[in-house]
């Protein structure tokens, strides 16, 4: 069966491209959409597809190993196996915190940790899909001589790793001061050229969105919904990570909006084709220094504004006018979804609470999860649901986060659970005393703010 897949004008379903044209909106200047031949994939049965991805999920059989690659009929049939620039992304562990769970009042929570991939986020979901587009683009002989992107960190990143594997070059443009020191030598160690903007994000975007108009570089921003295609595997690995049963809720950190879209998208593939019977009820979670979905829901998303971003820990996030938010809008509408948000404070004594049963959560996670804790509090969620929370992003990215909270040096955030090591001098006596004075407290995983006492 020949599987095939084309750009489509959101705005106009006659309007196509092939997936290999370079153009990213519609006549009307709309976005474009990745649309599948949903005839051809209905030829095969639910439970025949379960059987390819089940046979297929994390083998080492190329490319079919990566958790993106395993569904390449669903996510991207046209690009010849060797065009394809993978690097394992994709089935990341779906993480059961039971004493977690215990503490916040749900049994059946799971964390998604999306950021235990090759460049410590999600990102590379979707970026694996749009560097092999590029790399068959080239193979054809069109004339791109770079792929570029703005990023709050971890696009760039992902950008710079993969074409630094495909050998295509990559310009990334990052908000000077905004993205942490990990992030930003990532594509520093790529040998992307790495060009830091004293502007926000969306500052950024506008730029790349102009150099971008020369159709020989190539733009890497989500409103490219190559990117929406790898990323929309979240979904429908969640799914199958519980042998094919539906969660009750997924929470999920949004700022571009792009990855709450491809959540939907996948979910919803899945349940078009008979994989899942149900769906779930999605919750994005934002900033609250950088809320504009969570405002637009208040009015039932009749107002739909962009906003000037403030400063957030959650710094991937800080985007005040999200390229994707009506496709987020109508995964949210269609999933009977919620938008919450979590101030700093929240954020922080999300994260601080969660990496002491085991996790290490990036500031974004924390959003995710104070999300979850405030509508546990209010009985949106209840204790007997299965709740997953995705984690977007691995916490050694966010080191600078985790010292300045536990130096309590976080503006305006009280640092409850604070534990900065003791210095000692190396005498047995003084270590004795100062392990009788503090064992007690010691029981791991059972959070004890400790004020100020050290
Ligand atoms: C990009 C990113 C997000 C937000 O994803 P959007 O698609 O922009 O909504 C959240 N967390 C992390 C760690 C990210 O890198």
């Given at each position: ?6 750009f ?7 309007e ?27 030829s095969?049965?639910?439970a ?14 190329w ?12 996510v991207?049939?046209?690009?010849a ?8 992304e994709g089935?990341t ?23 235990n ?12 899909v ?7 683009m ?7 001589r770079?792929i570029?992107?703005?990023s709050?960190g ?5 950008l710079?790793s ?22 930003l030598?990532?594509?520093?160690a790529h040998g992307a050229l790495?060009?830091?903007l004293?502007?926000?994000f969306?500052?950024c975007m506008n730029?790349?969105r ?8 190539y733009l ?12 929309k595997t979240?979904?429908?690995?969640i799914a199958?990570?519980?042998d094919?049963?539906v969660?009750?809720?997924?929470v ?11 959540l ?11 994989l ?8 994005c979670a ?5 809320n504009p ?5 208040l ?6 504004s962009?906003?000037?971003?403030q ?5 991937a996030?800080?985007?005040?006018a999200?390229v ?6 109508s995964v949210l509408?269609?999933?009977n979804?919620?938008?919450?948000e ?11 609470r ?7 959560t ?15 509090a ?9 709740v997953?929370?995705i ?5 050694l990215?966010?080191?600078r ?6 130096e309590?040096?976080l503006?305006?955030v009280?640092?409850?659970l604070?534990n900065?090591?003791?210095s000692?001098?190396a ?6 005393a100062?392990i009788?004075?503090?064992?007690d407290?010691l ?12």
């Amino acid at each position: 069966m020949k599987y095939d897949a084309w750009f489509v004008a959101a705005d106009d379903p006659a309007e196509k491209y092939p997936l290999t044209e370079v153009r990213y909106y519609s006549q009307s200047g709309g976005l474009l959409d990745v649309e599948h031949d949903m005839t051809a994939l209905r030829s095969r049965s639910a439970a025949e597809w379960k059987r390819l991805f089940d046979g297929r999920w994390m083998t080492t059989k190329w490319p079919y190993g990566s958790g993106v690659w395993g569904k390449k009929e669903w996510v991207c049939p046209t690009v010849a196996d060797d065009n394809i620039v993978s690097m394992f992304e994709g089935g990341t562990n779906l993480f059961w915190a039971e004493r977690l769970g215990g503490d916040l009042g749900v049994g059946d929570l799971w964390i998604k940790l999306c950021g235990n991939s090759h460049t410590g986020s999600f990102k590379d979901l979707g970026m694996t899909v749009l560097v092999s587009v590029v790399k068959q683009m080239i193979a054809m002989g069109k004339p791109i001589r770079a792929i570029a992107c703005a990023s709050t960190g971890d696009t760039s990143a992902a950008l710079a790793s993969y074409g630094a594997a495909a050998g295509i070059p990559t310009i990334v443009f990052l908000p000077r001061g905004k993205v942490s020191v990990a992030q930003l030598l990532q594509p520093i160690a790529h040998g992307a050229l790495v060009l830091s903007l004293d502007t926000d994000f969306d500052g950024c975007m506008n730029i790349v969105r102009e150099v971008t108009a020369d159709d020989s570089i190539y733009l890497a921003n989500s409103l490219n919904s190559l990117r929406i295609e790898g990323q929309k595997t979240v979904g429908i690995e969640i799914a199958q990570q519980f042998d094919w049963e539906v969660p009750d809720w997924i929470v999920i950190p949004g700022g571009n909006l792009g990855n709450t879209a491809a959540l939907g998208r996948g979910l919803l593939m899945a349940f078009d084709l008979g994989l899942i019977n149900r769906l779930p009820r999605i919750v994005c979670a934002q900033s609250h220094n950088a809320n504009p979905l969570y405002r637009s829901y208040l009015t039932g998303f009749i107002d739909v504004s962009p906003i000037a971003a403030q400063p957030t820990l959650a710094s991937a996030i800080q985007i005040g006018a999200p390229v994707s938010v009506h496709r987020a809008i109508s995964v949210l509408t269609r999933f009977n979804g919620i938008v919450e948000e979590a101030t700093e404070q929240e954020l922080a004594d999300a994260a601080a609470r969660a990496d002491r049963y085991g996790l290490y959560t990036c500031p974004h996670t924390a959003v995710a999860l104070a999300a979850t804790i405030k509508l546990l509090a209010r009985g949106e969620i209840r204790s007997t649901h299965r709740v997953v929370v995705i984690s977007t992003a691995h916490g050694l990215k966010f080191s600078r986060f985790k010292v300045d909270y536990h130096e309590r040096q976080l503006a305006n955030v009280v640092s409850h659970l604070a534990n900065p090591p003791m210095s000692l001098p190396a005498d047995v006596d003084a270590v004795r005393a100062a392990i009788e004075r503090r064992c007690d407290e010691l029981r791991p995983g059972t959070p004890q703010p400790q004020g100020t006492r050290m």
